[in-house]
């Protein structure tokens, strides 16, 4: 016969060796729910880290409480936790049935129940205590099922469904688990029997700028232009004669009959003839006439009378 069992009711255990089977519907939401124990001694803690049983070390060193792990049973998914109560040490008064979703929420768990099955009955056995859990604000992370506690030399369960907000991590510290903060929680999430994922989208590429080398400014609109010719200087034009004067010589003026000159030495720097006069070259130098002498008389010689 099944005990359905309530919050906070127990039951003995006659079987030396039981099951805890938790059970649950997948959904896309919540796939994966892990199954793990926590053997106390009586201060209510651990003696060790070894008295952890979780995915990560699923057997215990004394070997009398270990994991069976997840199978599928119709619609539903199955997580199974195996203690040999017999064999169980001396020192461990209780050993804690705990839940987890991987950081999930158990307000997204369907059909979350808690089988106690007698391990030598079978698998196919009818369970000897069932019990449905429902989390108080569904914001639990981690729940702890229920457990099996030592009375007067008996084992008992007792249906607990407690909740923990921060996950496997907070309740295995609560019950003074170390964790390694700088090698990351021993009991983190792990894929195991997950329903496939859809694949990533694909990231949009951001736009990679590219440098254009400068180029030159666009030519004037029409004809390319030509260079403008350097203004060509007339060559200096210095009166007299000389390896520096350019052009006819030009006879230099001085003296009366200057303005005349001046002109003269102005035609023959434009390149003009000159203009002459009945005194040889307009406002050239005056001609020098000769003057008139009168020849000598030629001397009458004279010659002595004979002397007596």
């Not at 069992?5 to 089977?21: D, F, H, I, Q, T």
């Not at 409480?65 to 169980?88: E, F, H, N, P, Y």
Request: glycine share 10%; with cysteine; aromatic share 4%.
């Amino acid at each position: 016969m099944t005990h359905a069992m309530l919050k906070g009711s127990n039951v003995p255990v006659e079987a030396a060796a039981v099951r805890a089977v938790v059970c649950w519907s997948p959904s896309p939401e919540v796939s994966v729910v892990d199954a793990s124990a926590l053997l106390l001694a009586a201060d209510g803690r651990v003696r060790s880290d070894d008295d952890f049983v979780f995915y990560n070390q699923p057997r215990h060193p004394s070997g009398t409480v270990w994991s069976l792990g997840k199978r599928r049973l119709g619609s539903s998914m199955r997580d199974t936790i195996q203690a040999d109560l017999a064999r169980v040490d001396t020192e461990v008064e209780r050993v804690l049935l705990v839940a987890s979703a991987e950081s999930l929420p158990f307000e997204g768990v369907r059909d979350l129940r808690l089988l106690l099955l007698d391990a030598a009955a079978g698998e196919n056995a009818e369970p000897y205590a069932s019990f449905e859990i429902r989390p108080e604000t569904g914001a639990e992370t981690a729940l702890i099922c229920g457990e099996l506690y030592r009375r007067g030399g008996e084992w008992k369960f007792r249906a607990l469904g407690e909740g923990y907000s921060n996950g496997l991590i907070g309740l295995a510290t609560d019950f003074g688990i170390t964790v390694d903060e700088s090698r990351g929680p021993r009991p983190g999430p792990r894929p195991r029997n997950r329903l496939p994922s859809p694949p990533p989208r694909p990231r949009p590429s951001r736009p990679t700028a590219t440098r254009t080398p400068p180029t030159a400014p666009p030519a004037p609109y029409g004809y390319p232009q030509q260079p403008r010719p350097r203004p060509v200087r007339p060559p200096a034009v210095r009166a007299g004669r000389g390896p520096a004067a350019d052009g006819p010589a030009v006879p230099q003026v001085s003296g009366p009959g200057q303005p005349a000159r001046k002109e003269q030495a102005a035609r023959a720097a434009r390149g003009q003839p000159l203009r002459r006069s009945r005194s040889g070259v307009r406002g050239g130098a005056p001609e020098t006439r000769r003057a008139r002498t009168r020849r000598p008389a030629p001397a009458t010689r004279v010659s002595a009378p004979p002397s007596t």
